[in-house]
């Protein structure tokens, strides 16, 4: 059976995202929508929330079919884990850094949990929400 996004991971994203039905800049200055949608957003664009939900499920596809290719992301918890990092940081950084690294070489679960808390600055800044966005991320990816 192939993997996908659980319940638990789409609250999750719906949560950790926010859904913004006016077109805004996130703390990296990319225009966004909805739950975090970024592809053709321009200002003073605005969604309905079943576009919103659209959306969301559009761009988490991507995520799971690179999830679905890493070796050793065998359960439900490393799955939404990974999905949510790529989710958020994008799959250009997932597959140059340490964490994917790790998890590929089948590092102790503490090792690749320390990986993902790494991850919690965006244009040099520290931000509450990418700390509990990895503290959730590092916990499921041990479930």
């Not at 929508?33 to 929330?49: A, C, L, M, Q």
């Not at 499920?57 to 679905?68: G, H, V």
């Not at 590092?107 to 965006?122: A, D, G, K, P």
Request: aromatic content about 12%.
């Amino acid at each position: 059976m192939t993997m996908k996004a659980s319940s638990r991971l789409i609250e999750h994203l719906k949560k950790s995202e926010g859904c913004r039905l006016s077109a805004y800049q996130d703390v990296a200055g990319v225009w966004t929508i909805g739950y975090g949608h970024t592809k053709n957003v321009k200002p003073g664009d605005k969604i309905t929330s079943e576009q919103a939900e659209s959306y969301l499920l559009e761009d988490i596809f991507p995520c799971e079919k690179a999830a679905r290719t890493v070796p050793g992301v065998n359960t439900q918890g490393k799955f939404d884990a990974v999905v949510d990092f790529i989710y958020n940081c994008g799959l250009g950084n997932f597959n140059t850094s340490t964490l994917r690294k790790y998890i590929v070489g089948g590092r102790e679960i503490w090792e690749i949990q320390e990986q993902f808390l790494r991850w919690v600055n965006s244009n040099g800044k520290k931000y509450g929400g990418l700390v509990s966005r990895r503290i959730w991320e590092a916990a499921r990816f041990a479930e």
